[in-house]
């Protein structure tokens, strides 16, 4: 069973970093591409970043372009993001995702983690 | 940015009857959309993909139809499980982008 795990979400004030972990199972991750979501409260789904099967080839959302480092560790099965110069817009639930047929990161997701919580305030 | 619009925002059906939902883009996309259901507090679950491709163990009364621009998900007969949030998005170009969402809710 393909299973992703987030973590290291939590309360950060503005301007603070904060770098979030999924840690995934059950399939051959080094052979998909991965991508992170995020979903604001009460509000829809928006699509941060993603990164290729191999880690070469990353892709950001403009509202996050700049501050936000995608990354993945093969060897771990482990997908990052590492956040910094947070805002308050950028609270939200985290999740990361699957690329839904193999490398390609331009892709339906499935399936997605359970998510982690960023909340940034003072 | 390819912009996705769902209507209607919010669908109000009784059990054991269709619902319609539909998803409208910008500009062309082929087939290049899924769908997905979220329950409160869950994570999105894929439905569909490439506008019609059931995903696994998704039940046949959930379908989808459309290419280009406009796109539909149908659930045929609605089932207490299925009163849900449904998003489409499109992955035919970056940025990937969303739907705003239509809610269906027990009528």
């Known amino acids: 069973e393909v299973q992703l795990v987030e973590s290291g979400g939590g309360l950060v004030q503005p301007g603070g970093s904060l770098r979030l972990s999924c840690a995934a199972s059950?399939?051959?991750?080094?052979?998909?591409?991965m991508s992170w979501v995020r979903q604001a409260p009460g509000k829809g789904l928006e699509w941060v970043s993603a990164v290729s099967a191999g880690g070469g080839s990353t892709y950001y959302a403009d509202s996050v372009k700049g501050r936000v480092t995608i990354s993945r560790d093969n060897s771990k099965n482990t997908l990052y993001l590492q956040m910094n110069s947070l805002r308050a817009e950028d609270t939200a639930v985290y999740y990361c995702?699957?690329?839904?047929?193999?490398?390609?990161?331009?892709?339906?997701?499935?399936?997605w983690g359970q998510g982690t919580l960023v909340i940034v305030s003072s | 940015e390819i912009v996705m619009t769902q209507s209607p925002a919010t669908l109000s059906v009784s059990p054991g009857e269709r619902a319609t939902l539909s998803c409208r883009a910008s500009q062309s996309i082929g087939g290049n959309l899924a769908w997905y259901q979220q329950k409160p507090g869950q994570a999105p679950r894929l439905l569909i993909y490439g506008a019609s491709t059931r995903a696994t163990g998704i039940p046949a009364r959930f379908s989808g139809s459309g290419s280009g621009t406009e796109f539909t998900l149908t659930i045929s007969s609605l089932q207490s499980e299925d009163f849900a949030l449904y998003y489409c998005?499109?992955?035919?170009?970056?940025?990937?982008?969303f739907g705003g969402g239509t809610k269906v809710e027990i009528k």
């Open positions: 995702a699957k690329s839904g047929s193999g490398n390609y990161p331009v892709n339906w997701c499935d399936p």
């Open positions: 059950g399939f051959t991750f080094s052979s998909y591409a």
């Open positions: 998005q499109q992955y035919n170009n970056w940025p990937l982008t």
